[in-house]
């Protein structure tokens, strides 16, 4: 095993766009309601207004599909000056439901790793969002049986990756983190002391992203697929 | 201490409406949302089908506010025949907001409860519900340095118990839950072979009710405030 990693006793996987797809299904559903409200405004203006409008009630709604759909709903209404159509509306909840409906697709070489992971670790999810969403997903995946438990975090901060480590009883050289956003799977582990890996992947809310002087001089290993981190940790202790 | 509690490590508390007001905030916004949609249908069938509509809703939006506003959009739209004005829309989106704004609102005895049980034992809260909006009343309810973490469940049958107690690393006979809700926090936990003490609120969800052959012969204590936990687990030890 690479020496850096041989205190790890619990690893935490984020799951949308790390384990499975989640981010295209968003881009998808932007689409639509872009679509949708073609008759009021550009698709580039409802984009951007739609994204302030997520991130104006993201400390209320939180993450998650039915707080995107009620930001949704409410930005249809304003864009159009109070004329949208009930039909429009009921599309737009529609949406949503067909994103709680779409099935998982794992991504490249996750069902391998964590199946060899799970015999040498104790793997646990680590995610945000709503946890009936996360739960249901879990489910379809067929990937329960790798994972010990389930942590649905409201935020990915600093503080709550702490109160993580404190709720599972470890300390933070003994947790390794693997995630695909910088700014929630990675930088606050690396700021609390615990390990994290990066496996980008190809889109990332424009919310999850960072700049280069956030990540300049991090300790922290980028892979690009789940996979390597078979061969990282079937690595000969070097020290 | 009361014997039948001598060997319990960890006592679990329900939130809403055991620890704070939840159910009343959940009529009120039923009560405006017949008051808005009192153009279209009576009172009474609107507080009908919206409830169908939630139960029809639940095993995709889960627990809480967001699900609740969402479905009282599409009950909007059903009742009123798709002609709801894009304003009655935007009430409906503000009385959810003004839920997830309320204060919290303690109820008698909690405080001093959590206080004197938490020397003596391990408390956590068990809730379901958005886990947001769960920390957010929490933190507003200043009882958070009394438990040792929050657990939200995205319900609350036997396996979410189970699962609970398999993460807490405890067995049945050392867990007590005290919660209002007979269905959710007292009888999935008498049938786990977990012990359960009933608070009774005065309002209870029509999707929380049970008959009264579901409770008859079952084994679990009520008592009529939070207040008589101090006395039952001061008791000394008698057999």
Known sequence: MNSNYQHIKVIGFDADDTLWVNETYFREAELEFAKLLAPYETANTIDQELFKKEIENLPLYGY???????????????????????????????????MLNKPVELLDGVEDTLKALSKTHRLILVTKGDLLD????????????????????????????????????????????????????????????????????????????????????????????????????NQPVTN
């Open 64 to 98: 998650g599909i039915k707080g995107f759909v009620l930001s949704m709903i409410e930005m249809a209404i304003q864009l159009s000056n109070k004329t949208v159509s009930n039909e429009t509306i009921s599309r737009i909840i529609d949406l949503g439901k067909a």
């Open 134 to 233: 996360q739960e249901r997903k879990l489910e379809k995946s067929n990937l329960t049986s790798y994972f010990h438990h389930i942590e649905v975090l409201s935020d990915k901060q600093d503080e709550n990756y702490s109160s993580l480590l404190g709720h599972l009883d470890i300390k933070p050289s003994e947790f390794l983190m693997v995630g695909n956003s910088l700014k929630s799977d990675i930088l606050p582990l690396v700021r609390i002391g615990a390990k994290a890996i990066h496996v980008p992947f190809h889109t990332t809310w424009l919310h999850e992203q960072v700049t280069e002087n956030e990540t300049k001089n991090k300790a922290y290993q980028t892979i690009s697929s789940l996979n390597e981190l078979i061969h990282i940790f």
